[in-house]
């Protein structure tokens, strides 16, 4: 079955770093877009950045030149570096990925910037 499983979340504070990270199994990985959503309290989902198969991306206009997603695909984990982060980037973070017109996610990291 598919699992996805992210990781880095935490409290940080403005204009700081964090690196998510999105461990996949149960997929051929490297077939596979892949993508980093974000939902704030009150707040709809919204898509961050998302990455090709291919290896091209995509990114949110709040985000862009800020954000970078990568994928390694030996170990099967897909990446967002997140860099001058600010309160409004504040929300949940989730992987997700799009099989045979399913989504499927994970259980999300929380990230928190405030100082």
């Known amino acids: 079955q598919v699992q996805l499983v992210e990781s880095g979340g935490g409290l940080v504070q403005p204009g700081g770093s964090l690196r998510l990270s999105c461990a996949a199994s149960g997929i051929v990985f490297s077939l596979f877009n892949l993508g980093w959503y974000r939902q704030a309290p009150g707040k709809q989902r919204e898509p961050v950045a998302t990455i090709a198969n291919s290896g091209s991306t995509n990114y949110g206009d709040s985000v862009k030149g800020r954000f970078t997603i990568s994928r390694g695909n030996v170990k099967n984990t897909v990446y967002l570096q997140m860099n001058s982060l600010k309160p409004e980037d504040t929300a949940i973070y989730y992987c997700?990925?799009?099989?045979?017109?399913?989504?499927?996610w994970g259980q999300g990291t929380q990230v928190t910037v405030s100082s």
């Open positions: 997700q990925t799009r099989i045979a017109g399913r989504d499927y």
